[in-house]
């Protein structure tokens, strides 16, 4: 039963270019949540998918945006990117919305 | 706004020793809270859950509580090891935005 994937692991680009970070939800989940981790911080949550809807969104910018499939998968893009995006993109599935989450590997962007 | 608090940021200890990890927020309307693992530049791994009617769960060597009442949770470990030397994170579900603390950070010496 392969877990929450996500790609690509690690990605450096320059400020203003635009990024797109891809995941694949756990076996059985229809919901998809990403976040933010800066360095020695917890997680903030940028937004959560359902329905291929968004349906929670934290207090991100509109350069943060996303998409779900019918799949379920979902693809998180930043655009213009700042030195201050440069942090850990993680992502979690689950089963409905208030559901027991579970997180895939990760995407180090580092913006140069 | 939910706020979430981590007590210690960091707690080192001898092998062997049991360990309480806390997690207080300022909300109590949950629908759970959740108990995380997380290694250095890593993902999360999912330790525990705890729906808001439960009062705790159990996997192994870990406990984690639940009072809505009182905005607390605690995570129990027992009989610490070096390999359980990692992050742990809180995160609490309701109906405003997921909300994670910062984490305590263990070390576990040999």
């Known amino acids: 039963d392969a877990g929450v994937t996500q790609s690509p692991t690690h990605l450096i680009k320059t400020r203003g270019q635009q990024v797109t970070l891809r995941c694949s939800p756990k076996?059985?989940?229809?919901?998809v949540s990403w976040y933010q981790q800066a360095l020695g911080q917890g997680p903030q949550f940028i937004f959560q998918?359902?329905?291929?809807?968004?349906?929670q969104r934290g207090n991100f910018p509109d350069r943060f945006s996303g998409h779900q499939f019918p799949n379920y998968s979902s693809e998180l893009n930043v655009n213009a990117l700042l030195l201050g995006d440069s942090a850990l993109y993680l992502c979690?599935?689950?089963?409905?919305?208030?559901?027991?989450?579970?997180f895939g590997p990760g995407t180090r962007l580092t913006v140069l | 706004k939910q706020e979430v608090t981590q007590i210690p940021a960091a707690l080192s200890v001898p092998e062997g020793e049991n360990l309480v990890l806390n997690c207080s927020f300022t909300?109590?309307?949950?629908?759970?809270l959740q108990w995380f693992r997380q290694d250095p530049g890593k993902g999360l791994t999912s330790l525990l859950l705890?729906?808001?009617?439960?009062r705790e769960q159990t996997s192994g060597r870990l406990n984690a509580s639940l009072d809505k009442s009182s905005g607390r949770s605690t995570l129990y470990i027992a009989a610490s090891q070096p390999g359980d030397s990692a992050t742990y994170l809180c995160?609490?579900?309701?109906?405003?935005?997921?909300?994670f603390g910062r984490g305590t950070s263990l070390i576990v010496h040999p």
């Open positions: 979690a599935s689950s089963l409905g919305l208030a559901d027991e989450q579970f």
């Open positions: 076996s059985g989940h229809d919901t």
């Open positions: 998918y359902y329905e291929e809807e968004e349906r």
């Open positions: 909300d109590s309307a949950i629908y759970n």
């Open positions: 705890i729906q808001s009617s439960q």
């Open positions: 995160a609490v579900g309701g109906s405003y935005i997921p909300t």
